[in-house]
């Protein structure tokens, strides 16, 4: 009978270790998000179509950090234009986001070339389970080859919306650690029942 019970315990334990090692160690699902870059009026218009694609994580578990990615690239053949002529071209981007660090805080910048892309990466650690939400900024900047001032102009503002998720309050690492230890004895605990039952 005590045997009984000890087997049904040790299936209870390696059951819920194997779900607690599913859980902490499963990847989280990335999403990519895109859309075509549309100019306000009045600013020079950039040969080609110009796409914002954004990569990122919308579930995540707590006290983990994860990448998010902005690209902006050209698709289709890029028109001849007197843009690169008249103009150096410089993108930037920030990314908003509260109830989390995001390294880095300030804006981040790249040159912007003909046929060429801008790519950025944030990395996000939520304080907090929960909802977070956040604005990914996309300005382009134009400095004049001729003299002249520069200017600088908001051109998208992407949101997004990420899940931290925790496990009865565990951050994944604790996850991870308990299904570990929940594993390790549940393998000893069978071991033992099945040693006492070929001894008997």
Same mark, same amino acid.
């Given at each position: 009978?005590? !045997?009984?019970?000890? #087997?049904?315990? *040790? %299936?209870?334990? @390696?059951?819920?270790?194997?779900?607690? =090692?599913?859980? +902490?160690?499963?990847?989280?699902?990335?999403?990519?998000?895109?859309?075509?870059?549309?100019?306000?009026?009045?600013?020079?218009?950039?040969?080609?179509?110009?796409?914002?694609?954004?990569?990122?994580?919308?579930?995540?578990?707590?006290?983990?950090?994860?990448?998010?990615?902005?690209?902006?690239?050209?698709?289709?053949?890029?028109?001849?234009?007197?843009?690169?002529?008249?103009?150096?071209?410089?993108?930037?981007? !920030?990314?908003?986001? #509260?109830?989390? *660090? %995001?390294?880095? @805080?300030?804006?981040?910048?790249?040159? =912007?070339?003909? +046929?060429?892309?801008?790519?950025?990466?944030?990395?996000?650690?939520?304080?907090?389970?929960?909802?977070?939400?956040?604005?990914?900024?996309?300005?382009?900047?134009?400095?004049?080859?001729?003299?002249?001032?520069?200017?600088?102009?908001?051109?998208?503002?992407?949101?997004?919306?990420?899940?931290?998720?925790?496990?009865?309050?565990?951050?994944?690492?604790?996850?991870?650690?308990?299904?570990?230890?929940?594993?390790?004895?549940?393998?000893?605990?069978?071991?033992?029942?099945?040693?006492?039952?070929?001894?008997?």
């Amino acid at each position: 009978m005590i !045997r009984k019970l000890l #087997s049904s315990l *040790d %299936v209870v334990i @390696l059951a819920v270790s194997v779900y607690l =090692l599913f859980w +902490g160690f499963l990847p989280p699902r990335r999403e990519d998000v895109s859309q075509p870059l549309l100019l306000p009026d009045g600013l020079p218009s950039l040969p080609g179509q110009r796409v914002i694609r954004i990569a990122y994580s919308p579930v995540m578990r707590a006290g983990e950090t994860q990448t998010i990615e902005l690209n902006l690239t050209s698709e289709g053949d890029e028109q001849a234009t007197r843009l690169y002529n008249d103009y150096n071209l410089i993108a930037e981007a !920030r990314l908003d986001m #509260s109830l989390a *660090d %995001v390294r880095p @805080l300030d804006l981040i910048s790249t040159a =912007l070339v003909e +046929g060429g892309k801008a790519t950025f990466y944030w990395e996000v650690y939520p304080r907090q389970a929960g909802t977070l939400r956040g604005t990914i900024w996309l300005y382009l900047r134009f400095f004049p080859k001729t003299g002249g001032e520069e200017f600088r102009q908001p051109v998208s503002a992407q949101l997004i919306e990420i899940r931290s998720r925790s496990l009865l309050g565990w951050t994944g690492s604790v996850v991870r650690s308990a299904g570990v230890v929940m594993f390790l004895l549940g393998l000893t605990l069978g071991g033992l029942i099945l040693f006492s039952s070929r001894v008997n």
